[in-house]
Nanobody
């Protein structure tokens, strides 16, 4: 079965950087669309970044220019490089692998940005 596992979260100071990783196993990773979502306390889950199987990327306006999504198909891994972090980036970040009309979600990982 498909497993999606995030790592790399933690506590950082405002202005700092963090890189999240997500390994998706049990699927044909190279044809998956990979997505990062986040959910801040008291707010709805929002789509942060998407990378297609062809490496086309999209970002939420709130993170554009600060975050970069990338993938390494040989490692079945998608990354989210987060720079110039702000306290409002504090959230649980979720990785999602999409293939056709199926979605596979990770358990989420906490990112906390202190002011």
């Amino acid at each position: 079965q498909v497993q999606v596992v995030e790592s790399g979260g933690g506590l950082v100071q405002a202005g700092g950087s963090l890189r999240l990783s997500c390994v998706a196993s049990g699927t044909t990773f190279s044809i998956n669309s990979m997505r990062w979502y986040r959910q801040a306390p008291g707010k709805q889950r929002e789509l942060v970044a998407v990378i297609s199987s062809g490496n086309t990327t999209k970002y939420a306006d709130s993170v554009k220019g600060r975050f970069t999504i990338s993938r390494d198909n040989a490692k079945s891994t998608v990354y989210l490089q987060m720079n110039s972090l702000k306290p409002e980036d504090t959230a649980v970040y979720y990785c999602c692998a999409a293939q056709y009309y199926s979605e596979y979600w990770g358990q989420g990982i906490q990112v906390t940005v202190s002011s």
